[in-house]
């Protein structure tokens, strides 16, 4: 839904805008409405992230983990103030980071219950949210669950320890698949592991490796991404 003011206007503090920013295009009408909720902390960085993430060091005295949630809903009650009233309720839920199961469960469930309260959840909405295998455990799991979450996607990356130590992961390997089980457990249907590939030091072993133990995990989805190096 579109909400850009005219060109050189400020955004005002209250979050009001005018109804020509708010406008929705006729052939905008049947587009599928997606939540998409930014979670930018992270226990440590990984030296090839280039996402917006911040750890409790970079943070400083500045925002903190614990006054998330609460931020977060304030914004989404404004958001709803400034859109008006919904047209379609929310299809897709994503939460992502930055490590979002830094939070407590609890406080991603109040995002989730603010999201739902002020927009509404389409009947079999997906509530999705990243994890990295170190951050979660059965209980965690079991919260997010009874929170309405529906998908979980893990940062495997790799299966091979020295893989995961290039690229600044903190997992073992072999824990991204004890989270698919764990999951399950969970009662979660829909289990996504992300793979890393072209990581200096890792081989052809490494990457069949890393299939094969994405393979006897049996998740539902899995996503491959090239490791892009930057300059510097």
């Given amino acids: 839904m579109p909400s850009a003011l005219?060109?050189?206007?400020?955004?005002?503090?209250?979050g009001s805008l005018p109804a020509s920013a708010l406008a929705v295009p006729e052939d905008d009408v049947t587009r599928p409405f997606g939540f998409y909720v930014h979670v930018p902390y992270c226990a440590s960085r990984c030296g090839y992230c280039d996402f917006n993430t911040y750890t409790a060091a970079e943070l400083g005295g500045g925002a903190s983990q614990a006054a998330y949630a609460d931020d977060?809903?304030?914004?989404?009650?404004?958001?709803?103030?400034?859109?008006?009233?919904?047209?379609r309720p929310v299809e897709t839920v994503f939460f992502g980071g930055g490590t979002p199961t830094l939070l407590p469960a609890g406080d991603l469930g109040?995002?989730?219950?603010?999201?739902r309260d002020e927009f509404g959840l389409a009947d079999g909405a997906e509530v999705s949210t990243e994890a990295n295998p170190e951050s979660v455990d059965p209980w965690y799991l079991d919260g997010l669950r009874e929170a309405g979450f529906t998908r979980l996607s893990f940062g495997m990356q790799s299966a091979r320890a020295h893989v995961l130590e290039v690229l600044e992961r903190h997992h073992t390997p072999g824990r991204a698949q004890e989270c698919v089980a764990e999951a399950r457990a969970a009662g979660f249907e829909h289990v996504n592991l992300d793979l890393i590939y072209g990581t200096p030091g890792e081989d052809d072993a490494?990457?069949?490796?890393?299939?094969?133990?994405?393979?006897?995990?049996?998740?539902?989805?899995?996503?491959?991404?090239?490791?892009?190096?930057?300059d510097g």
Avoid at 72 to 87: K, S, T
Avoid at 110 to 115: E, P, V
Avoid at 213 to 218: G, T, Y
């Fill in 110 to 115: 109040r995002i989730l219950g603010a999201i």
């Fill in 72 to 87: 977060a809903i304030a914004e989404i009650r404004l958001a709803r103030r400034v859109l008006g009233d919904a047209d």
């Fill in 206 to 230: 490494d990457w069949q490796a890393s299939l094969d133990a994405v393979l006897a995990a049996e998740p539902d989805h899995v996503s491959a991404y090239a490791l892009i190096v930057e």
């Fill in 6 to 14: 005219p060109d050189g206007q400020p955004a005002p503090s209250d």
